[in-house]
């Protein structure tokens, strides 16, 4: 959740902890077919608009914090005080003013940018897989909105969600935790910590998890800014971890912190990024960073101090907003990162980081055209007789909130857009994409490593398309992964006037015609009777994630993801579920 981009508020409450609410007992499938949106000729987004390249690398250091055991710490208890709200503002690429005004807006904004009917198309005859199993994820207990930490590996699954660690094992069962994040760091429960990330490095084994920290948090003006990173010790995330922080308080004129870390992993290194505001209420954006730690180093290191590498997100007129660094398979030359442009909706900032562990590390980024897009609307929900108004669920705005992938020279991310499907008043819908990756070798800063020192000169939209609904249906908080034959499963929110917000999973197989998806499953919440949820904050994202290590059976490649619904409380509540195409069929 970006702690420092939005408006966020701890929830009171005394009788209720982080445990598992009840099971889920059958986990129910309701198909929803031909309500997915036809995207614009894929052929009109072909267009590379700008290149750059990025040499300015720095280095700084990653402390040792210290060496916890996860079983051997308290699990989480009931709330003793009711908690008090923290008013923080919704941090934007824009003001908060033109942000609240936008926003406000976005419901009937029809001709804003992104906001030109769509004709709906049928989906293709191929349904989504449903899910094999689904159980019951951590739920609310503290803290609102949850974002939402996702890795697996080694038969274990970790959720970390806002700001509980809790570790299952492949058949749901609880193994470890919930523990409480500032116990698992260990740092006092005065500092504001948030944004939590899970992933899972399968070349050596192992689980890293991340967290933003604020210390002395006072109308955006903290003594100190920080992530943590915390690296198990062996393939069992139930066991020994070892816990790092790294200062993200930056100097300048205006000073300012880290916002909305988002993370990502290939074979050699994990990568990190950050948005940077200066201090104050109001405080405006000043840019973004990218930092990596080499694994081996990061991973083998029994104490002390290892090394980071930083470099700005800087384009021709500007900086990168929200940038998210992928989860990137097999031995690419390069790492991955994407962000819309929020600035000029309709283009895509793709880069690559080259060569990372040696001189000179290499940026390069492409600005490509592509389909609309544009801040989307608050979701709809049933009124339930609680409030006036149907704008009641937050849907963040156009970022690429989860974390892409990367593999087989393919690019793939999601994200929520506004959509006017029709009616009088425009929706919240889902745009996938899949960007063709061109990487040349030889760049010009170092002509002698053509092989590890690519630059990124070509991309292309391979395929996209729009989830979106007819009526007062909205579709929000995605997040995706792919399997190796190239077929992805995307996960996220439903809800309507007429449907309280419920989990939805979609995939597309890899031989669907392009611009088509395949129908859609409810995974759980569809149809249920539950009280209007008033917290207003949703998401701030989902999580999906690949685990060939929980699945024997040839050719499958399960994907594990976690999204929220409303439980019979009125909070939000999480699921886990496990899906897969199977590979032996077309």
């Known amino acids: 959740m970006a702690f420092l981009q939005r408006h966020k508020r701890l929830i009171a409450i005394v009788t209720s902890c982080v445990l598992l609410v009840s099971a889920l007992g059958s986990a129910f499938f309701i198909t929803k077919r031909g309500q997915a949106a036809q995207p614009t000729a894929v052929s009109n987004y072909n267009r590379v608009v700008s290149t750059g390249t990025n040499t300015d690398v720095q280095h700084t250091t990653a402390a040792f914090v210290r060496k916890v055991n996860l079983k051997g710490l308290p699990k989480a208890q009931p709330s003793s005080q009711s908690a008090q709200p923290q008013h923080l503002p919704y941090l934007t690429y824009l003001s908060p003013s033109d942000y609240a005004k936008a926003k406000a807006g976005a419901k009937t904004a029809a001709s804003a940018p992104g906001g030109v009917s769509t004709p709906l198309a049928p989906v293709s005859t191929v349904s989504s897989p449903s899910p094999s199993l689904t159980f019951q994820g951590q739920s609310e207990v503290n803290a609102t909105p949850p974002d939402m930490g996702l890795a697996s590996g080694n038969n274990f699954v970790v959720q970390f969600v806002n700001t509980y660690l809790a570790v299952y094992t492949s058949t749901g069962t609880l193994a470890a935790g919930p523990t409480l994040s500032n116990t698992f760091f260990g740092v006092p429960t005065t500092n504001f910590q948030s944004d939590p990330r899970v992933v899972w490095d399968s070349a050596n084994g192992r689980f890293i998890a991340t967290i933003a920290d604020i210390e002395g948090e006072t109308n955006n003006n903290p003594q100190a800014s920080t992530l943590y990173i915390a690296v198990s010790a062996t393939n069992d995330p139930t066991g020994s971890w070892t816990i790092y922080k790294v200062n993200t308080l930056w100097s300048g004129n205006p000073p300012g912190f880290t916002d909305f870390p988002n993370v990502g992993i290939d074979a050699n290194d994990l990568y990190y990024t950050g948005n940077i505001f200066g201090f104050g209420q ?24 290892v090394g980071v590498s930083v470099m700005s997100l800087r384009t021709a007129t500007g900086s990168g907003f929200s940038v998210a660094p992928a989860i990137t398979y097999g031995q690419p030359r390069a790492e991955l990162l994407v962000s819309t442009d929020p600035s000029a909706p309709g283009y895509y900032y793709i880069w690559s980081i080259s060569n990372p562990d040696s001189a000179p590390a290499i940026l390069t980024y492409v600005r490509l055209g592509g389909p609309g897009f544009s801040i989307p609307p608050a979701a709809n929900q049933p009124n339930n007789g609680a409030q006036s108004g149907v704008q009641t669920i937050d849907t963040g705005d156009e970022r690429v909130a989860s974390q892409p992938v990367y593999r087989n020279g393919v690019l793939y991310f999601a994200f929520t857009t506004g959509y006017n499907n029709g009616s009088t008043a425009r929706v919240a819908a889902v745009r996938w994409m899949e960007v063709n990756i061109g990487l040349q070798s030889g760049d010009v800063h170092c002509t002698s490593l053509p092989n590890t020192c690519a630059d990124l000169q070509t991309a292309s939209i391979r395929d996209t398309g729009l989830i979106g609904y007819t009526g007062t249906y909205d579709a929000y908080n995605p997040a ?17 006037t007429t449907a309280h917000p419920y989990v939805a999973v979609l995939g597309r197989r890899i031989t669907t015609p392009p611009g088509q998806i395949n129908s859609a499953v409810a995974v759980y919440g569809l149809g249920a009777t539950v009280p209007f949820y008033s917290q207003f904050r949703w998401g701030d994202y989902s999580a999906a994630v690949l685990d060939p290590t929980s699945c024997t059976a040839q050719g499958c490649y399960r994907i594990w993801f976690s999204n929220m619904y409303v439980n019979g409380s009125g909070n939000w509540a999480t699921t886990i579920s496990a899906d897969a195409y199977d590979l032996s069929k077309p």
């Open 282 to 305: 109001n405080g405006k954006f000043q840019g973004s960073f990218v930092e990596w730690i080499n694994l081996k180093q990061l991973e083998a290191s029994q104490g002390g101090y």
């Open 480 to 496: 995706l992964a792919v399997d190796a034959d190239g077929n992805f499963l995307l996960t996220y929110s439903i809800s309507a």
